[in-house]
């Protein structure tokens, strides 16, 4: 299986170069938005983003020049624990990396278009492996998928979120990632006044490099039969 992995990537390799994710529609209540009318876009084209050195970059929020794009995107009303919402791929391309899909949101403290990402980010979805795990590709959840939508739970407070969804592309024959991510501008009604969501992270500092999710070796032998996700536990819990 290895080694016809080894053959599949290296006659991708030209193709991946210029055909790699983006995620410009929001997803609400099923229905596919235009491109970027609420997601707001960025400058790095179709290029994956590179661990480790992107685990420490700014522009691990959002993206590469998604701040000179910041006032273009509509901000999406929606309910907590009434709408669902979500990001569907560019075109109609599938996640053919296998690796996995989370989504988080961070509350502005204003309104969106004014917010850089850089307050804190908790995790609201997530998408890995199944259970148990055979190692292989095909046992990953997200694969060939457009779209990711799910319910906004109700415990999150009112207010203006970016939200920003992010796939981890494990198929490399070694233990760097390529990370493709991008966010949303959501405006959530809500009457909820409960605990703080968490547990919370910072992007760039939430992900480190010797974290078990990005440690994870999908070549090594005998193949991994667990997938640890990146970043916190998931909210509400
Ligand atoms: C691993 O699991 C997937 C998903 O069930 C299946 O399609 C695949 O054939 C399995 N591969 C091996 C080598 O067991």
């Keep these: ?10 006659a991708l390799l030209p193709q991946l170069s210029h055909a790699h994710f983006l995620f410009p529609h929001l997803m609400l209540n099923g229905v596919k938005t235009e491109a970027y009318e609420y997601v707001r876009e960025h400058d ?6 590179f661990t480790p050195e992107i685990l420490s970059s700014d ?19 929606v309910t907590a624990g009434k709408d669902s919402v979500g990001f569907h791929l560019h ?7 296998p690796g996995p899909v989370t989504i988080y949101l961070s509350k502005a403290p204003g309104d969106v278009r ?9 995790k609201v979805y997530q998408l890995g492996t199944m259970m148990p795990w055979n190692g292989t ?11 990711f ?3 906004l739970p109700s415990e999150i407070p009112a207010g203006q979120y970016l939200m920003r969804i992010e796939q981890m592309s494990i198929h490399q024959p070694y233990r760097q990632k390529e990370m493709y991510f991008q966010c949303a501008h959501l405006d959530i009604a809500s009457d909820y006044n409960g605990k703080t969501p968490g ?6 500092g939430g992900y480190q490099p010797n974290d078990p999710a990005i440690q994870l070796d999908s070549w090594a032998q005998p193949p991994p039969d667990f997938a640890p996700m990146p970043g916190p536990e998931q909210w509400p819990n």
């Design 1 to 10: 299986m290895h080694l016809s992995l080894a053959y599949g990537a290296l």
């Design 44 to 49: 790095n084209g179709f290029q994956p983003s």
């Design 59 to 77: 522009d691990f929020r959002c993206n590469k020049g998604s701040w000179n794009h910041r006032s273009q995107p509509k901000t999406a009303k």
């Design 91 to 97: 075109l109609d391309f599938g996640i053919y990396h």
């Design 114 to 122: 004014d917010y850089d990402g850089s307050g804190d980010w908790f």
């Design 137 to 147: 590709d095909q046992g990953w959840l997200t694969r060939d998928l457009k779209q």
């Design 149 to 151: 939508e799910f319910k």
């Design 199 to 204: 547990p919370t992270i910072k992007f760039p």
